[in-house]
């Protein structure tokens, strides 16, 4: 079966992206954005493995290719206006490369950016070098 029918109705930006936010499947925790370009969602709606586009790398980024921490993709839904996707996952382990399980871990509280995460694999245990952290 071929996809076409479903990547066409997909609303890619100029850049040829859209954005994908994956959430739990059992907990609706959001977990993480990040891009995906048409081979990206092509490739994740026919193996059921989040696949993304890397903007820095200018590649496609399996999921946990690299750190063991994979997202088994259980359904692709599009939004109303065709331009963003939902993906609800299986994560193993953490989703964010700072070693928290969602990329979502600082909170606005009194001017300021919190972090109410902690890390729970250091990411140079994932990545085997130490990985930036937003400021």
Known sequence: MTEEPLL????????GLVAAIAQQHDSGEVLMVAWMNRDAVAETL???????WSRSRGT???KGETS?????????RLDCD???LLLRVDQTGVA?????????????????WV????VEIDPEVLYGAPTEEAP
């Open 60 to 62: 496609l980024w399996r």
């Open 8 to 15: 066409d109705a997909i609303r890619f930006d100029a850049s």
């Open 46 to 52: 026919a193996t059921g493995r989040a696949v993304y």
């Open 82 to 84: 065709g331009d963003a």
């Open 96 to 112: 964010c490369h700072t070693g928290r399980r969602s990329c979502f871990f600082r909170e606005a509280q009194g001017g300021e």
């Open 68 to 76: 063991g921490q994979v997202q088994r993709v259980l359904a692709v």
């Open 115 to 118: 972090v109410g995460a902690p």
